[in-house]
């Protein structure tokens, strides 16, 4: 018999792989490392990446409408939970966006509205076309509060209302009002700016379950805010006295106004952030009488011109404060700081201007710093050496003097000699790069990152200036 002849056997062609058989997880993992512009340009290449762009990283992406232009039809592979109107009239933006508005309805949990003019009723009828909104933020130009327009939108605020937890408005008349207190018990956070003689109409609302509130009281006349006949003391107290929850705090004001709301403000006892804003004031303001009260606060931003320090004798030191922002004071007093906040770790006082004996004062004060934002005048060798006693900064802030000529970056090699510094930014008018000390630390110029001159040489010591540091001192001793 003749010997059988094999016949080879056929073998499929090989096809190359392509990023586009990766799993889910991997592309994920691929996205979340490109910068939110490429994810953007990435989700153009197939309804796959489309749909997982959108919905992982939904949250960096809003939708932005207006009544001008209509934008064609909506991806229907994109959820968009992040939705900006801007229009001058809520009618006509209904009208060109009524499909539209039903497929985004369900899914949308934070809304911006910029509204030339609108009434109560058309607004919360554009409410409840998201039911699991969580937020939205109204500005508006006009809020029409006549009688029959306020009527109509109480009739609307009768109905079921999406679950609203977060909400920023201008209540600038009684119709506002009337959509605040019918939020009010669900609200968790809430940023309101209000006339004064509308405030004791905001403190009627219920509000006590606030974690976060931001209040900005707008003055009409030069009266205190006592002095007015729509302000109720004994409201106000008792609002006040029913935010138990509330951990975050917000308030601008008047400058001589603030005095006769600050015992109420440190009676709340929850408070761990508290932020103080005022008007210019030729006069100080007492700023801190009294705040020892609030034993768990943790940090304090006081944007107050001019400070009124209360007597050495009636203070009680606040250890729990580690964050201490006076950016607006022009002076500061160290050793009265150093009183109040001896824990401090984070202190940012731009503008108030310092020289070395005014950084020698601040390093004594408080020599664990880890976050300074100061600003120096001048920009010299012997007052940046001064800060290697803070042995823990590991963040720094520079702003040169206001009228000064321009600064070379190459000065803050005296800077950089600290081994512990991570971040160093300067603002203001510098030419040049930093040296080669530190590598590993991050420079930036006006927010913009510089670019470094390379490593050190082999063998150069990082930390040289330390040298000239210990060399001073013992001249000064001399």
Not at 401 to 412: G, K, M, P
Request: with cysteine.
């Amino acid at each position: 018999m003749g010997k059988r002849e094999m016949k080879p056997k056929e073998t499929e062609p090989v096809v190359a792989a392509s990023i586009s058989d990766l799993p889910n997880e991997v592309l994920l993992m691929i996205f979340d490392r490109l910068e939110l512009a490429c994810r953007l340009r990435v989700s153009q290449v197939c309804h796959r990446w489309n749909k997982l762009v959108f919905h992982y990283f939904g949250d960096h992406f809003a939708l932005k409408l207006d009544d001008l232009v209509d934008p064609g039809l909506l991806s229907k592979d994109r959820v968009y939970r992040h939705v900006e109107i801007r229009c001058m009239s809520l009618l006509r933006f209904n009208k060109l966006h009524a499909k539209r508005l039903r497929v985004l309805g369900r899914h949308v949990v934070a809304l911006t509205l910029d509204i030339s003019v609108t009434d109560g009723d058309l607004f919360v009828e554009m409410l409840r076309k998201f039911p699991n909104l969580e937020s939205f933020s109204l500005r508006t130009e006009l809020f029409r509060s006549d009688k029959p327009a306020r009527n109509a939108m109480r009739k609307m605020l009768e109905g079921k209302l999406p679950p609203v937890r977060h909400v920023t408005i201008y209540c600038n008349n009684a119709t506002v009002l009337d959509l605040v207190s019918r939020l009010a018990p669900n609200l968790r956070s809430l940023n309101v700016t209000v006339p004064a003689k509308l405030l004791a109409a905001l403190c009627l609302c219920d509000l006590a379950g606030l974690g976060s509130l931001r209040l900005s009281l707008v003055f009409r006349s030069k009266a205190l805010l006592s002095e007015m006949a729509s302000f109720r003391r004994d409201v106000f107290d008792a609002f006040m006295a029913s935010l138990n929850n509330l951990k975050k705090l917000s308030i601008f004001i008047r400058a001589n106004s603030y005095p006769e709301i600050s015992p109420q403000i440190f009676a709340l006892a929850s408070l761990e952030q508290l932020e103080v804003a005022t008007t210019d004031s030729p006069r100080p303001v007492p700023a801190f009488d009294g705040i020892w009260r609030l034993a768990n606060l943790k940090a304090f931003r006081c944007f107050v011109e001019r400070i009124a320090y209360p007597p050495e004798a009636s203070i009680k030191p606040l250890h729990h404060v580690t964050d201490l922002n006076l950016a607006k004071a022009i002076v500061v007093d160290s050793l009265h700081l150093r009183q109040l906040f001896p824990a401090v770790t984070t202190l940012d006082i731009r503008s108030c201007q310092l020289s070395e004996p005014g950084l020698e004062s601040l390093s004594l004060a408080w020599p664990g710093l880890e976050s300074l934002t100061v600003r120096i005048a001048p920009v010299e060798v012997d007052s940046l050496v001064v800060l290697h006693r803070f042995a823990k900064l590991r963040q720094l802030t520079l702003l040169n003097n206001y009228i000064s000529e321009r600064e070379d970056l190459a000065v803050l090699d005296t800077v950089l000699a600290i081994g512990t510094l991570e971040e160093l930014r300067v603002e203001g008018r510098w030419d040049g790069a930093p040296g080669r000390l530190n590598p590993a630390c991050r420079v930036y110029r006006n927010g913009e990152a510089v670019a470094r001159k390379g490593p050190p040489p082999p063998g150069q010591n990082q930390h040289g200036f330390l040298e000239l540091y210990r060399l001073k001192d013992e001249c000064d001793d001399v």
